[in-house]
């Protein structure tokens, strides 16, 4: 939070902020949403909680893994975790889904196939994307139909993805993840192909993305990008 410090000067809020987080020590911790040690003590608190939920409750599932991507606004770099939120559960309600346990994750989605001209290359924004998991029936009856709802676009490829759940916790700790990062989409070369591939790479955040990503998770709050479909937090701890 070195960079967000140095960055907040003029600006009240986010000096307040980054001074937060640098307080921020197992002892004292800030609770503050954008807080990589909060942010991780959260997540290893919540799988603790969905590894008992789910062995309590075996009569559920089996579950798997689902991943849906709402469509991007072109150059958008608005990031609001509570009207995804919204979108998100109507959109799985939508679908005919009744339980899940999902979380918001975020990354800012850069072109950098530089061989292809500016007019083919999508352009940069800011994508708030659903990960979790639903009863396996459910899943496999709602995948045809949020393909339907949600084309796939040169900017994302793949809207909706379903993986069976193996019980690897693994993925319950990538609901729930406090690191985003800048996605880049690249060409690069594959053995046996004779043209370049598509595929990506992580970045890091620039100061200019993770600025409004701090603001945005401020207010989204601590528990901003959980979202328990047909549950409560009472329920599942």
Wanted: proline share 7%; glycine share 6%.
């Amino acid at each position: 939070m070195k960079r967000l410090r140095k960055h907040a000067a003029g600006d009240p809020e986010l000096l307040r902020i980054a001074t937060a987080l640098s307080r921020c020590n197992r002892r004292h911790r800030c609770l503050h949403p954008a807080c990589p040690q909060c942010g991780r003590a959260l997540q290893r608190l919540l799988v603790r909680i969905i590894a008992r939920f789910l062995k309590a409750h075996a009569n559920l599932g089996p579950w798997r893994v689902l991943s849906v991507i709402l469509p991007v606004r072109p150059g958008g770099t608005e990031i609001e975790f509570a009207e995804a939120w919204d979108r998100y559960a109507a959109l799985l309600r939508q679908a005919g889904l009744t339980r899940g346990v999902f979380g918001l994750d975020f990354s800012f989605n850069e072109d950098d196939r530089r061989a292809l001209a500016d007019a083919d290359r999508f352009e940069p924004h800011a994508c708030v994307h659903l990960y979790g998991l639903a009863p396996a029936a459910e899943v496999k009856a709602a995948v045809p139909q949020l393909k339907q709802l949600l084309p796939t676009t040169d900017a994302v490829r793949r809207p909706v993805r379903s993986t069976p759940f193996d019980g690897d916790l693994a993925a319950v700790a990538y609901s729930f993840k406090p690191d985003f990062v800048r996605r880049q989409t690249i060409l690069k070369d594959k053995v046996g192909r004779a043209n370049p591939v598509r595929n990506t790479r992580d970045r890091p955040l620039t100061v200019e993305q993770q600025i409004p990503l701090v603001q945005a998770l401020e207010g989204a709050g601590l528990n901003g990008r959980i979202m328990l479909l047909g549950l409560s937090m009472e329920a599942i701890a």
